[in-house]
């Protein structure tokens, strides 16, 4: 189609004429938050490439990363809302909040600047909490340290932590992919063990049974593995150190048990170890503290806002329902499309999406030293979008100022770590750079890296809450079970990967051809997927690659609000 409307068509874009110019500015997908040189023409971004020798992310990004400056424009987008509307609810509901209600503020990528402000606000009104969705916990993993690494399902080689970081070390450490399906990561890895799907924790714990020296045999028929094949691992991971055992992406119990063998293995203060935060104004210190959604009392939450603006961590919205007061709560969700949260919310409020917003970027878990650094707007962003963190401000009554430049300010003024600067390549002491000419390096692109401590201990491993309630279920009513592969999010790519299936769509599952003619249904079928959760209708496609047992789910939140990873699911005939 596109040869036929390549000359004169009127809807074809018509690149702007003027002056070829580069930016610099950092990636705000994901924590990873990689360096990006952008290339403009008259002031458009049109193309974005990684910074080469940056000391972090050494000049690689992600295919997302490399099309994020489709994002304003796609298809889903959400560019106006009832702003007015939704503070005026907020300020009654807070208003007749009741002596065991609670106004909350749902983060989904703590460790921001941004997520300072809300635990000021829910410190500065009645009953506020601050409750923090994945890490916020004070360990980072050292990769450059490891000799042997098992990632329990974990794409280690796919976007996980740095990807430049993780491809820098790659060839110092012995990976080992213990996976029902061979993913990219476990094509790369040294060694891929074809466990069944869903026995992920089983294998862990004849790890730490055999490490303790008890019999395995449980293990061996939970994963399909010979006992004798899971002896040789643990050995293999005691002998060959320091080890590290990346995993817990299914549930908390998961993570507790990664926890559990990288305590057995003598990880922690070697390949995991403490870190300290970027330094932040006194007067920000007088803030609420972080919770998980787990500790918060059942039909207590009079006010939700929710911060989904930044790609992050998603809890299905049958962990969070439970949590709103029964009659009439208020549920704002602040995000620029409404395929999220804004789904159950009453108001869905418009925001700014990278690369039009100025924010910082929190650390990676692969990042051992402190940073900060923020992705420069390289679009104006459209009339109409709010800062979420300026609305939630006023609506909880905190006069806010420039806070990223008060958190470049306080950085500063410890004097500690370094500055690197894109555009020439060069690192310099933070106290050897004046403040105004710090704050304007960063506005440039630059990053801030603290110093590098020598390796200890960290005080405790945070497990990071958000284990689904539809996790149980009958294995025989439920024959399968939920693995969760990534969607695309750029309209251009979201557009080749629906025309060559390189990818699962927002709604299609795989299964292997078994399956599928147990399930009656053939590929490019409409079926539905089944959890204890709830139920939604999906295509399906036959793939001989997908283990037997599985069932591969894209990650998106209609899908996840019914279906996590390791969730028992089956698909039916619609």
């Not at 019999?215 to 643990?234: H, K, N, R, V, W």
């Amino acid at each position: 189609d596109s040869a036929l409307w390549s000359e004169n068509w009127p809807g074809i874009p018509r690149p702007a004429r003027g002056a070829i110019t580069a930016k610099y500015t950092n990636c705000a997908l994901c924590a990873a938050g990689c360096a990006v040189r952008a290339r403009c023409v008259a002031e458009q971004p049109v193309s974005l490439v990684g910074v080469a020798g940056h000391p972090l992310s050494h000049g690689a990004m992600c295919a997302y990363g490399l099309a994020g400056h489709h994002l304003p424009y796609h298809p889903a987008r959400v560019t106006r809302g009832p702003v007015e509307e939704a503070a005026t609810a907020v300020a009654g509901a807070m208003a007749r909040l009741g002596a065991n209600e609670r106004v909350a503020v749902l983060d989904l990528r703590p460790g921001r600047t941004a997520s300072w402000t809300y635990r000021r606000a829910m410190a500065a009104v009645k009953n506020g909490v601050y409750v923090a969705v994945g890490d916020v916990g004070n360990s980072a993993i050292d990769l450059t340290k490891a000799r042997t690494v098992l990632s329990l399902s974990v794409p280690l080689l796919e976007g996980w932590g740095t990807p430049g970081n993780v491809i820098a070390a790659r060839a110092g450490f012995h990976l080992i992919q213990a996976e029902a399906v061979e993913s990219r990561t476990a094509a790369m890895a040294d060694q891929w063990l074809r466990i069944k799907a869903g026995s992920e924790e089983a294998l862990g714990q004849g790890i730490l049974l055999a490490l303790g020296g008890q019999s395995t045999a449980a293990a061996a028929e939970a994963t399909g593995i010979p006992e004798q094949q899971i002896l040789a691992l643990a050995s293999e991971l005691k002998q060959n150190g320091p080890a590290l055992v990346v995993g817990g992406a299914g549930s908390q119990s998961a993570a507790q048990l990664a926890a559990q063998l990288n305590d057995a293995l003598g990880a922690l203060g070697r390949t995991i170890v403490a870190r300290r935060d970027a330094p932040v104004p006194d007067g920000w210190k007088k803030a609420a503290p972080a919770v998980d959604l787990a500790s918060v009392e059942d039909g207590s939450i009079r006010v939700l806002l929710i911060d989904e603006s930044a790609p992050g961590a998603y809890l299905p919205w049958s962990d969070v329902e439970p949590k709103l007061a029964p009659d009439n709560p208020v549920v704002v969700a602040l995000g620029w499309t409404r395929e999220g949260y804004g789904r159950h919310a009453q108001y869905l409020l418009p925001t700014g999406v990278y690369p039009e917003v100025a924010e910082d970027i929190p650390r990676a878990v692969d990042s051992v030293e402190a940073v900060f650094r923020m992705a420069v707007p390289l679009v104006q962003a459209p009339q109409g979008v709010v800062k979420p963190e300026e609305w939630i401000a006023k609506a909880a009554g905190l006069q806010v100022g420039d806070t990223l430049r008060e958190r470049a300010d306080a950085i500063h003024k410890a004097g500690r770590g370094t500055l690197f600067t894109y555009a020439d390549g060069k690192s310099v002491a933070t106290k050897d750079v004046k403040t105004d000419d710090f704050w304007k390096a960063l506005q440039a692109g630059a990053c801030w890296m603290d110093e590098v401590e020598p390796a200890k201990r960290p005080a405790a491993v945070k497990v990071a809450a958000g284990a689904t309630r539809q996790a149980a279920g009958s294995a025989n009513d439920l024959p399968l079970v939920a693995m969760l592969t990534e969607a695309p999010s750029s309209p251009l790519l979201s557009k080749i990967y629906q025309e060559s299936n390189l990818k699962l769509g927002p709604k299609q599952v795989a299964i292997h051809p078994d399956e599928a003619r147990a399930a009656g249904v053939e590929d490019g079928a409409r079926a539905v997927l089944e959890t204890l959760a709830g139920r939604i209708d999906v295509e399906v496609r036959v793939d001989a690659s997908v283990s037997r047992g599985a069932v591969l789910v894209a990650r998106r939140a209609a899908v996840l609000d019914v279906c996590g990873a390791g969730v028992r699911a089956k698909v039916v005939r619609a």
